[in-house]
C-alpha cells in the first residue's frame, strides 16, 4: 500500500507540493471517472443487454451503476485523506467509515440481485427441484441472513472489534434455545425438508395415517394445515408429517383420481347386460372424464351374488364422494329398470314350539323338553 502512495506523490509533485491541492485533484479525478463509467460505460453495455432476449442482464447492469458510481467517489475520498496525513484519530475513524459505507452499498447489490437470481430459477422447477415457489421463501430468508451476517462480521472488522466471543456467545446461546425449543426445532427442520422434498403442495388432497383427508391450505415452517371436506381445518406439526405415511391423492403427472362402483348381481343374470349397463352409466354421467376411458370388470364370484366393479377416473379427488353417488344412483335405476336383482342380506327366525300355554297355579312347571327351541338361521335372497 505504501508502494502505490510513493507513486502517486511523485506524479502529483509535478502539480505541486500542496496536499490541498493534491486531494483535490484526487477527488474531481475520481469524480470524472465515475461519471465517465455511469454514462458512457454503463449505457453502452446496457444497450448491448437491451438486444438479448434474457431479462437478467439488463437488471444486473441497471443494479450494478450505482455501486459502482458510489464505490469510485468512496474510493477517491480515501485516497484523498491518505494524501493529505491526517491526524491517527481521525484516520482511525475515517477509514472505518468509508469502509463501512462501501460494504453496505455492495451488501444491497448482492441482496437485490440473490433475490432476482433466485425468483428467475424458482419459475423453472424442472432444473430445479428443491428450489420452487413453495420454497423460495425459505431460500430468500436463507440467503438474507448469510449475506447480513458476513457484512456485520466484516464490518465490525474493520472497527477492530472482536468478533470471537461473540461467536462464542452466539454459540452458547444457540446451545441453550436448541435444547429449550426441541420440539420447535424439529418442527422447522421437518418444515424445511418437507419445502424442499415437496411431497404434497398446496391445494392437493391428501390422507394422513390417522384417516384425516383433506386439502392442503397451507405449509408453513412450523405445521401443515388440512381443510377437511366438513369444513373442518387441521392443523398438523411438520415433525408428524415428515414422520408418517402421507398419501397423496393428487399427486403424479395430473390431478385425476380414479373411483371405483362395487356392485353384486345375483346368480343367474346376464353379465353381459349387466357389463352395458355399467358403461352406459358411466358415459351418461359427465363427470366422469373421457381419457382414460372407463372399465368394467367382473371381479369374483361371492358368496351369493356376482361382483363387478366400474372404474372411471375424474377431474379431482375433491369430487370422489358426489359423483360416487351419483354412479350408484344410476346404477340401482338401471337394474330395476331391466329387473336385475342385487342381492341383499335376509334372516329367517324359526320356532320350533311355543311353551305350555296352561298358567293355573300349583301346576308343575314345564321340563326342559317344553321350552322354546329357537333356531335362526340367516341366509341370503339370490
Known amino acids: 500500500m505504501e508502494t502505490w502512495k510513493t507513486e502517486l506523490k511523485h506524479y502529483l509533485s509535478y502539480i505541486g507540493d500542496n496536499p490541498v491541492l493534491h486531494a483535490a485533484i484526487i477527488l474531481v479525478a475520481s469524480w470524472i471517472f465515475a461519471w465517465i463509467l455511469d454514462k458512457v460505460v454503463i449505457a453502452y453495455v446496457k444497450s448491448m443487454t437491451a438486444k438479448t432476449d434474457a431479462v437478467l442482464d439488463d437488471q444486473l447492469v441497471e443494479l450494478l451503476h450505482k455501486p459502482l458510481f458510489y464505490s469510485i467517489l468512496v474510493i477517491g475520498i480515501s485516497v484523498a485523506t491518505s494524501v493529505i496525513s491526517l491526524p491517527e484519530q481521525v484516520s482511525n475513524i475515517m477509514f472505518p467509515v468509508l469502509y463501512t459505507m462501501l460494504l ?26 428443491v428450489l420452487h415457489q413453495q420454497t423460495l421463501p425459505l431460500f430468500e430468508n436463507l440467503a438474507l441472513i448469510l449475506i447480513l451476517a458476513l457484512s456485520v462480521y466484516y464490518i465490525f472488522s474493520s472497527w477492530d472489534i472482536d468478533m470471537s466471543a461473540w461467536l462464542a456467545s452466539a454459540g452458547i446461546v444457540g446451545i441453550a434455545v436448541g435444547f429449550a425449543a426441541k420440539d420447535t426445532l424439529a418442527n422447522l427442520f421437518s418444515g424445511v425438508f418437507i419445502m424442499a422434498d415437496a411431497p404434497y403442495k398446496i391445494k392437493d388432497y391428501i390422507v394422513l395415517e390417522s384417516g384425516e383427508r383433506g386439502e392442503v391450505t397451507n405449509i408453513g415452517l412450523r405445521s401443515t394445515r388440512i381443510l377437511t371436506r366438513d369444513n373442518i381445518e387441521v392443523t398438523v406439526p411438520n415433525s408428524v408429517m415428515g414422520n408418517t405415511k402421507v398419501i397423496n391423492e393428487s399427486g403424479g403427472p395430473s390431478t385425476k383420481y380414479r373411483i371405483r362402483a362395487k356392485i353384486g348381481a345375483a346368480y343367474g343374470s346376464d353379465i353381459d347386460l349387466i357389463e352395458q349397463i355399467l358403461m352406459e352409466v358411466a358415459k351418461e354421467d359427465d363427470d366422469i372424464c373421457n381419457f382414460p376411458l372407463p372399465v368394467v370388470r367382473f371381479r369374483m364370484f361371492g358368496a351369493s351374488s356376482l361382483d363387478f366393479e366400474l372404474m372411471g377416473w375424474i377431474s379431482e379427488p375433491a369430487l370422489r364422494g358426489r359423483i360416487i353417488h351419483q354412479l350408484n344412483s344410476a346404477i340401482y335405476k338401471k337394474f330395476a329398470e331391466h329387473n336385475i336383482e342385487i342381492p341383499f342380506a ?22 326342559a323338553d317344553d321350552v322354546t327351541d329357537t333356531k335362526q338361521t340367516t341366509d341370503k335372497k339370490a
Open 104 to 129: 453496505v452499498l455492495w451488501t444491497l447489490f448482492i441482496l437485490r440481485i440473490t433475490k432476482i437470481v433466485l425468483r428467475r430459477v424458482a419459475e423453472n422447477e424442472k432444473h430445479f427441484h
Open 346 to 367: 335376509k334372516q329367517d327366525v324359526y320356532i320350533k314350539e311355543f311353551p305350555g300355554h296352561s298358567l293355573v297355579a300349583n301346576e308343575p312347571t314345564s321340563t
